[in-house]
């Protein structure tokens, strides 16, 4: 499914602003869904932090998914777009008092524990309320990730979760707490992962924990979250608009070894909604150089700032010129040297006015999006709104 861009009805809006479409959106969580019930007891969450636009929201809550959070500001995000507190987990390795007492009173399902001192902070707030709360621990696997450095989250050096070699001791002091059920282990390795071996590898780690735990201890715990991950072809949006989740599930499927009755969780947040976004943006100047051309567009990197802050890729398409490519670094109008979207890449010749797409940044784009040099957010516009 190729995105259909409605060009003739973008030159009312002022750019910058996010685009949305809705359908191709749509489509995704059908597929990722329907691959993921293909088998028993799988359940997916979708990761907020890549996208809260509240309309958005809408649209993913009526397709029955849960929501995973890494602040209360996410879970009262989920909440408020009608989200079943019972699908909703909370992570994070910093937790406020504030925001897991808000979590206990919404009731959701279940918090990642990152720590011991964040047990104890969810027991005394708990025992305030006489209530009991279900518990998973997040696990640090040292499993290593073919991604960026800065979105690797499972080796030993990473702030998250707790190391392998203290899981033991963390068991011991969370089932001595009164107001906590140990329900789980959680793992999360990173993002825009591609290759399935990484994967693979954590399954390979998490069979070999859970043999340990029912050797030593007796304990099958029934829920499994192995987190999300799972990357998109930024290079070919296009081609590859909706991300592989029938090979994702399977590997799952096929490497993890459960036990009986044993539930497992997946939270995914850049291949569900990704590709349905773009930042569309518009060309204010052509500069011209001594070693380079420069289309100087009016996005800038507080709008979109992947680029600067992982060096990451993002097709650029010029949406009104279909004139012979030039040869072009595309920048914005931020005070910083780092406001850049792309280098020497072809793209067909541009002129002021020309109205241009930086594709697939639906995840960590808006939500990414800042107030630097007293710039406006950009807004959003759903295909749906432009019918």
Do not use: W
């Amino acid at each position: 499914m190729t995105t259909i861009f409605p060009v003739e009805k973008f030159s009312g809006i002022e750019t910058p602003f996010y685009y949305y479409d809705v359908e191709l959106l749509r489509r995704t969580l059908d597929k990722a869904l329907e691959e993921a019930g293909k088998y028993d007891g799988f359940h997916v969450h979708y990761a907020i932090k890549a996208n809260f636009n509240p309309q958005l929201l809408e649209i993913i809550k009526s397709s029955g998914m849960g929501a995973d959070c890494v602040s209360g500001g996410e879970v009262r995000a989920a909440i408020n777009a009608g989200i079943d507190p019972g699908k909703v987990v909370f992570a994070g390795v910093g937790k406020t008092d504030k925001e897991i007492a808000y979590s206990l009173d919404a009731g959701i399902f279940c918090f990642n524990v990152e720590s011991v001192p964040e047990a104890e902070a969810i027991e005394r707030l708990a025992a305030e309320r006489n209530v009991k709360v279900q518990v998973a621990i997040r696990v640090n696997p040292n499993v290593g990730a073919h991604t960026h450095s800065n979105i690797t989250t499972g080796l030993a050096e990473n702030k998250f979760g707790v190391n392998y070699e203290q899981l033991d001791e963390v068991i011991d002091i969370i089932e001595g707490l009164e107001h906590l059920e140990l329900i789980g282990l959680h793992f999360h390795i990173g993002s825009q992962i591609l290759v399935m071996d990484d994967f693979i590898a954590l399954c390979g780690r998490i069979n070999e924990l859970q043999e340990l735990l029912h050797e030593t201890r007796n304990l099958v715990l029934p829920h499994i979250n192995v987190g999300g991950g799972l990357g998109i072809r930024y290079d070919a949006p296009d081609k590859y608009p909706i991300p592989d989740f029938e090979l994702y599930f399977s590997t799952y499927a096929n490497n993890l070894k459960l036990f009986p009755g044993q539930q497992v969780h997946f939270e995914l947040g850049r291949s569900i909604v990704a590709q349905c976004g773009s930042l569309i943006t518009r060309a204010t100047y052509i500069k011209h150089g001594t070693c380079k051309k420069f289309i100087i567009v009016d996005a800038g990197m507080n709008d979109l700032i992947r680029p600067a802050m992982y060096d990451a890729y993002h097709r650029i398409e010029n949406l009104t010129s279909d004139k012979a490519d030039g040869l072009y670094d595309v920048v914005g109008p931020i005070c910083e040297s780092s406001d850049v979207f792309c280098k020497e890449r072809r793209i067909p010749e541009t002129e002021r006015g020309d109205i241009l797409a930086i594709r697939s940044a639906g995840a960590y784009g808006e939500a990414m999006a800042f107030g630097y040099n007293c710039r406006e957010l950009p807004k959003a516009v759903l295909s749906t709104e432009l019918e």
